[in-house]
Structures are given as C-alpha cells and as structure tokens.
Nanobody, 119 residues
Framework: QLVESGGGSVQAGGSLRLSCAFS????????MGWFRQAPGKEREGVATLGSDGKTTYANFAKGRFTISKDRSNNTLHLHMNSLKPEDTAMYYC????????????????WGQGTQVTVS
C-alpha cells in the first residue's frame, strides 16, 4: 500500500513536500520512485531512490527536487523547490523490487496520486 499526501496549490517559485506512506511489505530492498502525469501527457519519471541510497533525477528535477526516505516511519518524500507552472501534474509514488528503473511499467505498486498545481 502506498498513500501519497502533501500536494496542493502554490505560486511559482514556491515549495512543497510530498509524502508517501508505505506498508511494511515494501522491503528495504525495493526501489521507490516519484512519477507525474499532466493532463494529456504521458506519465514521466521524476526521481528514484534505490535500496542502496542511490538517487536519480529527471533533468527537469535536478537542482530543484530531492527524494528521500524516512525509515523510522516508512515514508518517502519529495521535496520540491522553485516550482514552475509546468510542474503542475498528478504526482504518484511507486515501488518495485530490484534495481532502479525509469520506466513506469517496471513498477508494481502505485499510490493513488496527489495533485500539485503551480500558478
């Protein structure tokens, strides 16, 4: 089970922190990631966090977004700074066993999404 929260409406240049609470079956060996989908567009990867702590970011996210995991309460975060109108999308948390992957189809578990709107 993955449950996202933290979305909302923010002005350009603002910040948001998305959270994803995950169940215990998401083992420490799993890769977790954030994806987003804007209306009329395909779902795209934002950031991934491997079980080894390695992070990867989409070009548009580099320098602005940070993915992290709080193991004490099984929560994945996405800190987003300097938000732009083009960041407006539904943001999804996902998990997969094994190494990092950038394709959404490689992820077996998904949350319901949280909406981010930047104006």
């Amino acid at each position: 089970q993955l449950v996202e929260s933290g979305g909302g409406s923010v002005q350009a240049g603002g910040s948001l922190r998305l959270s994803c609470a995950f169940s215990g079956y998401i083992y420490s060996t799993y890769t977790m990631g954030w994806f987003r989908q804007a209306p009329g567009k395909e779902r795209e990867g934002v950031a991934t966090l491997g079980s080894d702590g390695k992070t990867t970011y989409a070009n548009f996210a580099k320098g602005r977004f940070t993915i992290s995991k709080d193991r004490s309460n099984n929560t994945l975060h996405l800190h987003m700074n300097s938000l732009k109108p083009e960041d407006t999308a539904m943001y999804y948390c996902a998990a997969r066993p094994g190494p990092c992957a950038w394709q959404s189809g490689a992820y077996m578990s998904w949350g319901q999404g949280t909406q981010v709107t930047v104006s």
